[in-house]
């Protein structure tokens, strides 16, 4: 093969989903139609032309059951580093034809095929960008890599490369590479059956299994393997689960049974997913009705669970709040859980610093005091330093009433969490603006940061209080296969879930999921009856284009002068366009 070095990534070839090629996985190698092709090339990238010579041969079961081989028109000068190479001269290829040509006999050839190729991605390269050059669909057949193959198969000792003249001298072939295709072609045929000879001690014997074999697939991976056996192709949440039935990893998916058999695959290079399979014994599937019910059973499990090896949401329990204390002159506290009685709050935090940072957006803002004394009306407390710098207006020495505290104060908290935050933002802006003037730039870069934390938590919370205070909310989206996903909500959590038959009115389906539903009693708080993580999943749902809104106890509405107002200012923000931001005040 006339060919640039190209770098070897197994990667890019296909998959082993049964829809890829035609050809089942599960197929014994010696049962399958392998199609073996090779390319000679003006030895440049591949961009749709560059092909010069294409020879393929296609066996099964050792028995050869066709040829194809042409010379191509280039359609543009060969090197002559080439033609010494290859012995193609630039008038054997004037009279061949252009590759628009070939394509179509090629692509009938290999169809319901194995490719197999020797550094497949450089000829599987050059095809595809010809086929996308032409208007022709590329049938995306399963790919094996001979190359790939030997460095598994074969050790150091037993050849120094794995070079196709050498694999041909190892095996001693029939057919010897010259450098032209269909020769090369031949002998790379030899090559595979004395690979495939070899792959027997590996109980590798099917086409899925060489191919994931060529991959570098881990013994862990080749060992368990089996667990990905007999689960349903369905929307769903599956579960390893250790010997002693613990859950040690969650996950979700729209095909339960592909994702699962993409752990056991070379894709899958994750250090703790390696180490998880290692102690994974069964694998267990939960059958949803759609995406959504998966997601919400997902946080749900990992939430009760806390599997080891599942890193996100596995403490939603660890949420923190910030709020305004009871007194006087009231401060902001960071706690772990709301109380009845709390009406000024902002929250939840998935930390204590994120809350923190917050915070100090808001005392940058306005003159909350910062002190964990508990003060009192009667009796004086000795003021701190940021009363002598004038960032504290001193409640401690009666400096200020309280209904100037709570005017000036706490005031702006109270209604920035429950509807505009417009005067903080104005302040926090204002404070960018000075320091930046002063070129003060490290410290505006703060204060951004705490404009963002500020902005985030309250469209954020603003955004679920809108969901979880309507009692009950249905709603159905298309379903792909027909019919109609359905899901039923109640105070932010999913109370029920389901899809309705493809033709028939999903009233009745709608019905039977609302008797059948969770109860679910409202409580204090944006997310008084599920998590934060899962009233966001249940909106996200909802805010797509294709949802429709079924049926509502009650009206969806947020504040027409809230925190939502502000979220292009929150993109500059977090995105570090601090010079922007100056002129967002509205």
């Given amino acids: 093969m006339a060919q640039a070095e190209a770098e070897y990534v197994q990667e890019s070839l296909a998959g082993l989903d049964p829809a890829v090629g035609g050809v089942d996985p599960a197929l014994p190698l010696y049962a399958t139609t392998f199609v073996v092709v090779d390319l000679e090339t003006t030895g440049g990238a591949p961009d749709g032309g560059g092909i010069t010579e294409i020879g393929a041969v296609k066996v099964r079961g050792g028995e050869h059951l066709g040829e194809l081989a042409t010379l191509v028109n280039p359609g543009q000068p060969i090197p002559p580093f080439i033609t010494v190479l290859t012995g193609i001269t630039q008038a054997m290829l004037v009279p061949a034809p252009p590759i628009e040509q070939v394509l179509p006999s090629f692509l009938e050839f290999i169809a319901d095929a194995v490719l197999v190729a020797h550094n497949a991605p450089y000829d599987v390269g050059f095809l595809k960008a010809a086929c996308a050059k032409h208007g022709h669909r590329w049938p995306n057949p399963r790919v094996l890599d001979t190359a790939a193959l030997a460095r598994r198969v074969l050790t150091p000792d037993e050849v120094p490369n794995r070079k196709l003249g050498t694999l041909a001298a190892y095996f001693r072939t029939a057919a010897q590479p010259t450098h032209r295709a269909l020769d090369d072609a031949k002998a790379t045929v030899d090559v595979l059956h004395g690979l495939i000879g070899r792959l027997g001690g590996h109980r590798v014997d099917t086409v899925g299994d060489a191919i994931e074999f060529a991959r570098a697939v881990t013994p862990t991976q080749r060992r368990k393997r089996h667990l990905a056996e007999g689960l349903p192709k369905v929307p769903g949440v ?21 994702r699962v058999r993409s752990y056991f695959t070379a894709g899958e290079k994750r250090a703790r997913i390696s180490e998880m399979l290692g102690a994974a014994e069964r694998v267990e599937a939960v059958e949803c009705a759609h995406s959504l019910e ?91 330093a940021l009363a002598e ?58 204060v951004r940061s705490r404009l963002a934390a500020v902005l985030r938590a309250t469209v954020r919370m603003q955004r679920l209080a809108a969901l979880t205070g309507i009692v009950e909310l249905a709603a159905a989206r298309p379903a792909a296969r027909g019919g109609w996903e359905l899901a039923l909500v109640r105070h932010g959590r999913l109370a029920g879930a389901g899809v309705s038959p493809p033709g028939v009115h999903p009233r009745p ?12 009693s409202g409580g204090h708080g944006p997310v008084p009856s599920a998590t934060a993580e899962e009233s966001e999943r249940i909106l996200s749902w909802l805010e797509r284009p294709e949802t429709r809104l079924v049926e509502m106890s009650s009206g969806w509405s947020s504040p027409a002068g809230g925190a939502g107002r502000f979220r292009d200012l929150l993109a500059k923000a977090e995105s570090g366009a601090s010079h922007q931001l100056s002129t967002e005040r509205s």
């Fill in 238 to 258: 599956y579960i390893f689960r250790a010997a002693d039935d613990r859950p040690l990893y969650v996950g979700t998916s729209g095909d339960i049974a592909t």
């Fill in 509 to 520: 389906t709608l019905n039977a999921i609302r008797a059948t539903a969770e109860t679910v």
């Fill in 294 to 384: 998966a997601e919400v059973r997902e946080l749900r499990l990992i939430a009760a669970h806390a599997p080891p090896y599942n890193r996100r949401s596995k403490y939603p329990e660890r949420m923190v709040w910030l709020k305004l204390t009871d007194g006087p002159y009231p401060r902001l506290s960071i706690v772990r859980a709301l109380s009845p009685t709390d009406t000024a709050y902002l929250g939840p935090f998935t930390s204590r610093r994120a809350a923190e940072l917050a915070a100090a957006g808001f005392h940058d803002a306005v003159p909350l005091r910062q002190c964990t004394h508990r003060l009192s009306l009667r009796t004086v407390t000795p003021a701190c």
């Fill in 389 to 446: 710098l004038g960032r504290c207006p001193a409640p401690c020495e009666h400096k200020i009433t309280p209904e100037e505290y709570d005017d000036r104060a706490a005031g702006p908290f109270r209604t920035a969490t429950a509807s505009d935050p417009q005067p903080v933002v104005d302040a926090l802006l204002a404070r960018i603006d000075v320091l930046a003037a002063d070129q003060r730039y490290e410290e505006a870069a703060v």
